[in-house]
């Protein structure tokens, strides 16, 4: 049972491209969104969160949209650089239940 | 990686035997959090922990068991290990289970069961 669907599987971008990501969940009780992003042979590390009453957080490059009606959120990165290749997880926590649901994770490729 | 480490980083080992995974964290966090990564599934909620000698579930735990005898200990047993348990392993810590409140992660531990 996967609660947190997530596309696409893998992405490539252009250096200077906007890399999309994107979630859905079902789970009303979720209440806390957040996003990581992982290296090869790392822990995933947080990159950017966000509460279901705000619609949209950008913090530099990175921006969360959400769309709590459709329940969906997504990740924007504006200007991809070679350094951003990694791979990105969303997540949503239900904090009731103490547990962070992961998606399946997004492989992120960007050419120099 | 925020003052966690985990042991081993590396495990080859049988089916059937038993095999103990080590959290250990230096920041005095009170929730500890096992999770598996498996491709295609992301990171999945073995068992967590909210105190010392307070554990529960999590969406996978058949086939494991956990102890925190102390604050900074987590320790995670796979009582009889089957090639299923194949997976890298991370760790977690978080001060609170609220959303305000990031989870880090540990290095992780790669465990192949033959």
């Known amino acids: 049972q996967q609660q947190v669907k997530q596309s696409p599987q893998s992405l490539i971008v252009q250096k200077g491209g906007i890399s999309i990501i994107n979630c859905a969940y079902e789970?009303?009780?979720?209440?806390?969104f957040p996003w990581y992003q992982q290296f090869p042979g790392k822990g995933p590390a947080l990159l950017i969160a966000?509460?279901?009453?705000?619609s949209e957080k950008k913090e530099g490059r990175f921006t969360i949209s959400f769309n709590k009606s459709a329940k969906q959120f997504s990740l924007h990165i504006m200007d991809s650089q070679p350094g951003d290749s990694a791979t990105y997880f969303c997540?949503?926590?239900?904090?009731?239940?103490?547990?962070?649901?992961f998606g399946s994770g997004t492989q992120l490729t960007v050419l120099p | 990686d925020a003052g966690i480490t985990q042991s081993p980083r590396h495990k080859v080992t049988e089916t059937g035997t038993p095999v103990t995974l080590r959290c250990h964290q230096t920041?005095?966090?009170?929730?500890m959090y096992w999770y598996r990564q498996d491709p295609g599934h992301g990171l999945r909620l073995i068992h967590y922990?909210?105190?010392?000698?307070?554990?529960d579930k999590g969406e996978v735990s058949d086939g494991y068991s956990v102890s925190r005898s102390k604050t900074e200990d987590f320790l995670l047993t796979l009582e009889s290990a089957t090639s299923s348990q194949t997976s890298v392993y991370f760790c977690?810590?978080?001060?609170?289970?609220?959303?305000?409140?990031?989870?880090?992660f540990g290095p992780g531990t790669r465990l192949t069961v033959l």
């Open positions: 977690a810590i978080s001060e609170s289970s609220q959303g305000a409140d990031t989870q880090y």
């Open positions: 789970n009303t009780a979720f209440d806390y």
């Open positions: 966000i509460r279901p009453d705000v």
């Open positions: 997540a949503a926590l239900d904090g009731s239940a103490r547990q962070l649901t």
């Open positions: 920041e005095n966090h009170r929730y």
């Open positions: 922990s909210y105190g010392v000698k307070d554990t």
